[in-house]
């Protein structure tokens, strides 16, 4: 009896052997399957991402039509950037005159009112303009 359950033992542990050895290449056969598709996914698109950069039109206009475009995009942005940086000037010669009349010096911010044209404020800066002469005006008169 002791040599039929030596050859069971025997059995099992070479069933089982062979059951691992089994279960391993699946996987391995498995992975290898996805592997491959996820190679062919990302050559696939390689391939048409340069497909599509070859098949692109090149820009068929002049490098002297394109540097006029951007000239022209510059010469706007540079003159809208100065027409801000004017009433950002305005804006900072209010606040300090405003600033100046808080602290009691109001010939200080007099002489400041007067560098402002009135004539070139937009709505927001006449009011302010007008509050502020106002407050001037009755600070000097105290």
Do not use: C, H, W
Request: charged share 25%; net charge negative.
């Amino acid at each position: 009896m002791d040599k039929k359950n030596k050859k069971t033992k025997q059995n099992n542990s070479m069933f089982i052997y062979t059951s691992l050895i089994f279960a391993v290449a699946l996987i391995l056969i498995i992975l290898a399957f996805f592997g491959q598709t996820n190679i062919s996914n990302l050559r696939k698109a390689a391939d048409t991402s340069k497909a599509i950069e070859t098949a692109a039109p090149d820009n068929t206009e002049q490098p002297s039509d394109e540097l006029a475009k951007m000239a022209n995009i510059i010469s706007n942005l540079d003159s809208e950037n100065k027409d801000l940086k004017g009433r950002l000037d305005i804006y900072n010669s209010l606040v300090s005159a405003n600033a100046l009349a808080e602290t009691g010096s109001y010939d200080e911010a007099a002489s400041l009112m007067e560098k402002i044209n009135p004539d070139t404020l937009t709505e927001e800066q006449k009011l302010l303009y007008n509050q502020i002469t106002n407050k001037i005006n009755e600070g000097r008169e105290q």
